[in-house]
């Protein structure tokens, strides 16, 4: 029986089509001998769009999108400092945009030091966590303002919105994916001892919903003392559940020290189902390499791992890892073409 | 001309009391032939003393402890989970108390990886910055709150205050330090995509005040991409200037990849002079290593060197830093005790 997963696909800007093209690559050659078909629809979103036509997210492309089972983004932003772009925030009216009006409340992100990848730490042990971020609150609501701006009596505050509905819901899910895995480990990363209300509502959450998982050890580190750990001694960790802003940190840090976030794949997660999944990179648009043919696609075809096992084809998204961790392990020196990586992966899957 | 120096010393708790006589050492050694004269008063303030008294910090406290001219500290906090300091925030009441009482609207962080230290960091190359963290406003102002707290309806805010005011002084006071050093480069680290109001505030004001400073070449990361730059890149640092939060979450990665906050110093500074600025190692109490004598005083000894300087000590500041260099590049992997490493060091000063 056919299964059809309708795929709303966003390659964006800068590095992002060149990317997207590969990832594409890894998921026709993934899902080749499955039940699943894949239907593609591209959609232009991003700063090109933007410049040619003066809209970022318009509510007939949000509605457009809903549609969709799933979403695979490459990247979106143009060049920094771009005069053109100054009255955009692309990042807020798009990315954004998108992970809230679509209740991604789950931003998952795994961090793996594969085989045959040179980290900057000398002695990184065997890194393999995965960064559960809340993806819809925080001091990313958009809660901010300003008074008197420009004058030497300005008042500019952002505000952290933390609820327990929302704080419960990333934090069960964190839980049962600790749960599910061998060494069971929860590590919560906040700053309690200064974000003292927002912080006692998730210690307090965790505290609570730990009493349901006798199974799974937790432990508690402030955000400053989560990135020594993270240079000193990253093998400690197994899943870490945070706060939107202290994950967009802890998540650069761990892609840098996993080989780079050339090779980080991330989740924007519904795992409500009421509203498509989006899966991107978490690499930006890259502007001073695109179009050169030089960009890493092997974060976006991870995404392409992480898209299938949320649509319920584990053994598929194992193909694409185990792909990608071959093609790393003898990767070496060389330098290759983006589609050459891409070719080259796409190539081992299912072979 | 002799010239007397009020010093208040709060040894604190856990391995507070240990660094500090150390770094009392290192004081005398470094104002003997000086025409200083150091007189020092012992304040108990902490988590023992709240044990005792039930007080944190007192408007007695308070006041008697602006008569000085300057404060050591050592370390204050109890065992993490105490049920008996559960009613207690010592960071929030003490620590972050006298930070915003005292004025101390710039926390002097500088980081360098000395010959002889072993970083994480594979190839961490000549680092040499500071950090130049704001102390007095953004997420720190304890400007939060809750309502229906311990509901399933429970919602918790922290709001980020940042003024013209409050962020343009450290701004100067960044430039004027970045404009000092050799290679004068500064690096606004801040999330202007997301938090766009602190954001725009902290941007125009960096633009605003970079333009008498034609001299400083002006660059600006996004906190995630930083802490990139932290691990692949740190000696492209020169002079960082953020906010109160992202400089604490960067300062803490700085001691990592530095050799450990052991070795990492700090200031507390209110450059106006109006109240007493206060010093102290960026570490915490470690209660786990307390009253075992292997605690690494390096980071207290090194903040009296900041504090020297701030007094106008400026050789005698120097000549405690080359000090420590010396003992660094000399330490190895010999195991000694905190009063052998305070010992070695303050016989070496002047010497
Ligand atoms: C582009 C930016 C808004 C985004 C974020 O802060 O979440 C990015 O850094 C990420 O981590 O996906
Ligand atoms: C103890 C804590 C409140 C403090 C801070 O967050 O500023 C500490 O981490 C620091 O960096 O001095």
Redesign the interface.
Known sequence: MVRTVKLAVIPGDGIGPEVVSEALKALDAAVRGTDLVIEQTPYSLGAARYLETGDVLTDDDLSAIKQYDAILLGAVGGTPGDPRLAGA?I??GLL?KLRFELDHYVNLRPTVLHPGVV?????PGEVDFVVVREGTEG??V?N???I??????????????????GV?RVVRYAFAAASARPRKKLTLVH?T??????G??WK?TVDAVGLEYPDVAVDYLH???A??F???DPARFDVIVTDN?FG??L???A???SG??GLAASGNINPDGRFPSMFEPVHGSAPDIAGKGIADPTAAILSVALLLRHLGEADAAAEVERAVAADIAERGDARRSTPEVGDAIAARIGS
């Open positions: 925030n990042e807020r954004l980290s900057p730490l000398s002695n001091p990313y958009g901010g303002g300003a008197r701006t420009g004058t030497p009596a300005e008042v500019a505050n952002e505000v952290s919105v933390n609820t327990a509905y419960e700053k001892n200064v974000l003292v209300f927002a006692s509502l307090r955000i400053d003392a990135t020594i993270f240079v000193t802003l967009d940190i998540t650069d840090l892609g840098a020290i780079g976030i």
